[in-house]
Protein backbone atom coordinates (compact mmCIF):
# COMPACT_ATOMS: atom_id res chain seq x y z
CA UNK A 1 0.00 0.00 0.00
CA UNK A 2 1.02 3.21 -0.51
CA UNK A 3 1.10 5.98 1.93
CA UNK A 4 2.48 9.70 2.21
CA UNK A 5 5.38 10.74 4.90
CA UNK A 6 5.23 14.01 5.59
CA UNK A 7 8.48 13.48 7.14
CA UNK A 8 10.47 12.95 3.34
CA UNK A 9 7.94 14.68 1.76
CA UNK A 10 6.89 11.40 -0.17
CA UNK A 11 4.86 9.01 -1.50
CA UNK A 12 5.86 5.58 0.25
CA UNK A 13 5.37 1.75 -0.85
CA UNK A 14 6.47 -1.48 -0.48
CA UNK A 15 9.19 -1.00 -3.34
CA UNK A 16 10.23 2.52 -2.51
CA UNK A 17 9.57 6.02 -2.36
CA UNK A 18 8.89 9.11 -4.68
CA UNK A 19 9.47 12.37 -3.42
CA UNK A 20 6.98 14.90 -3.85
CA UNK A 21 7.25 18.80 -3.67
CA UNK A 22 6.11 20.52 -0.19
CA UNK A 23 3.41 22.64 -2.60
CA UNK A 24 1.84 19.94 -4.23
CA UNK A 25 -1.44 19.85 -2.38
CA UNK A 26 -2.86 18.13 -5.44
CA UNK A 27 -0.99 14.83 -4.77
CA UNK A 28 -1.71 15.07 -0.97
CA UNK A 29 -4.89 15.34 -1.17
CA UNK A 30 -4.76 12.43 -3.84
CA UNK A 31 -2.63 10.24 -0.93
CA UNK A 32 -5.17 10.70 1.89
CA UNK A 33 -7.92 9.70 -0.72
CA UNK A 34 -6.08 6.21 -1.85
CA UNK A 35 -5.37 5.86 1.73
CA UNK A 36 -9.29 6.17 2.81
CA UNK A 37 -10.60 4.57 0.06
CA UNK A 38 -7.58 1.53 -0.89
CA UNK A 39 -5.53 1.13 1.98
CA UNK A 40 -8.49 0.82 4.43
CA UNK A 41 -8.27 3.97 6.78
CA UNK A 42 -11.81 4.90 6.07
CA UNK A 43 -12.81 8.33 5.67
CA UNK A 44 -12.70 9.74 9.06
CA UNK A 45 -9.02 8.29 10.45
CA UNK A 46 -7.78 9.21 6.81
CA UNK A 47 -9.17 12.48 7.43
CA UNK A 48 -7.59 12.61 10.70
CA UNK A 49 -4.94 11.95 9.61
CA UNK A 50 -4.13 14.68 6.80
CA UNK A 51 -5.94 17.48 8.72
CA UNK A 52 -9.00 17.34 7.22
CA UNK A 53 -12.59 16.44 8.48
CA UNK A 54 -15.00 13.70 7.25
CA UNK A 55 -17.06 16.54 5.90
CA UNK A 56 -14.00 17.99 3.32
CA UNK A 57 -13.11 14.28 3.07
CA UNK A 58 -16.20 13.05 1.42
CA UNK A 59 -16.12 16.40 -0.23
CA UNK A 60 -12.53 16.16 -1.81
CA UNK A 61 -13.90 12.59 -3.09
CA UNK A 62 -17.10 13.66 -4.78
CA UNK A 63 -14.96 16.16 -6.68
CA UNK A 64 -12.37 13.74 -7.33
CA UNK A 65 -14.63 11.58 -8.88
CA UNK A 66 -16.48 14.21 -11.08
CA UNK A 67 -13.02 15.87 -12.13
CA UNK A 68 -10.01 13.60 -11.74
CA UNK A 69 -7.19 15.01 -9.94
CA UNK A 70 -7.77 18.37 -11.60
CA UNK A 71 -10.65 18.39 -8.98
CA UNK A 72 -8.67 18.65 -5.97
CA UNK A 73 -6.91 21.91 -6.91
CA UNK A 74 -7.47 24.85 -5.17
CA UNK A 75 -9.20 27.65 -6.24
CA UNK A 76 -9.18 31.31 -5.44
CA UNK A 77 -11.79 31.97 -2.87
CA UNK A 78 -13.98 35.09 -2.83
CA UNK A 79 -16.36 36.56 -5.49
CA UNK A 80 -16.28 35.64 -8.44
CA UNK A 81 -17.39 38.19 -10.38
CA UNK A 82 -17.77 41.85 -10.02
CA UNK A 83 -20.89 42.13 -8.22
CA UNK A 84 -20.97 45.41 -7.58
CA UNK A 85 -20.00 47.03 -10.39
CA UNK A 86 -21.95 45.49 -12.75
CA UNK A 87 -21.96 46.68 -16.80
CA UNK A 88 -24.87 48.69 -16.28
CA UNK A 89 -23.74 50.44 -13.27
CA UNK A 90 -20.18 50.99 -15.21
CA UNK A 91 -22.25 52.75 -17.78
CA UNK A 92 -24.33 55.26 -15.60
CA UNK A 93 -21.04 56.12 -13.96
CA UNK A 94 -19.21 56.99 -17.15
CA UNK A 95 -23.03 58.81 -18.86
CA UNK A 96 -23.07 61.28 -15.21
CA UNK A 97 -18.84 61.78 -15.97
CA UNK A 98 -19.57 62.52 -19.64
CA UNK A 99 -22.92 64.69 -18.57
CA UNK A 100 -21.02 66.60 -16.52
CA UNK A 101 -17.50 66.56 -16.56
CA UNK A 102 -16.91 68.85 -13.75
CA UNK A 103 -19.40 66.74 -11.14
CA UNK A 104 -17.14 65.49 -8.17
CA UNK A 105 -17.47 61.55 -7.54
CA UNK A 106 -19.15 61.73 -4.29
CA UNK A 107 -21.97 63.70 -6.44
CA UNK A 108 -22.01 61.08 -9.17
CA UNK A 109 -22.15 58.24 -6.35
CA UNK A 110 -24.54 60.17 -4.41
CA UNK A 111 -27.19 60.33 -7.60
CA UNK A 112 -25.89 56.46 -8.17
CA UNK A 113 -27.23 55.81 -4.75
CA UNK A 114 -30.61 58.06 -5.02
CA UNK A 115 -31.37 55.70 -8.16
CA UNK A 116 -31.13 52.60 -6.24
CA UNK A 117 -27.45 51.63 -7.62
CA UNK A 118 -25.63 50.25 -4.51
CA UNK A 119 -22.78 51.98 -4.96
CA UNK A 120 -19.78 53.36 -3.16
CA UNK A 121 -17.37 56.56 -3.55
CA UNK A 122 -14.41 54.85 -4.28
CA UNK A 123 -16.45 52.08 -6.68
CA UNK A 124 -17.30 55.45 -8.57
CA UNK A 125 -13.21 56.23 -8.38
CA UNK A 126 -12.26 52.84 -9.48
CA UNK A 127 -14.71 53.07 -12.70
CA UNK A 128 -13.21 56.74 -13.40
CA UNK A 129 -9.69 55.85 -13.34
CA UNK A 130 -10.02 52.09 -15.31
CA UNK A 131 -11.67 54.39 -18.39
CA UNK A 132 -8.99 57.56 -17.70
CA UNK A 133 -12.50 59.32 -17.35
CA UNK A 134 -10.05 61.43 -14.39
CA UNK A 135 -9.98 65.50 -14.41
CA UNK A 136 -6.61 66.98 -15.90
CA UNK A 137 -5.47 69.17 -13.83
CA UNK A 138 -3.41 72.47 -14.82
CA UNK A 139 0.02 72.62 -13.12
CA UNK A 140 1.86 75.87 -13.40
Same mark, same amino acid.
Given at each position: ???????????????????????????????????????????????????????????????????? !???? @?? /?????????? #??? =?? $???????????????? !???? @?? /?????????? #??? =?? $??????????????
Amino acid at each position: MITFSRDQSALVGEGGSLSVPAADVITYKLAMLLEGECGGLGPTAAARKYDYTKQRYLQLRTLFLAQG !ALGL @QD /LPRGPKTDYR #RTD =EL $VRQVIRYRFLDPDTSV !AVIA @QK /LQQAHYPISI #RSV =ER $VIADYGLQKKTLRP
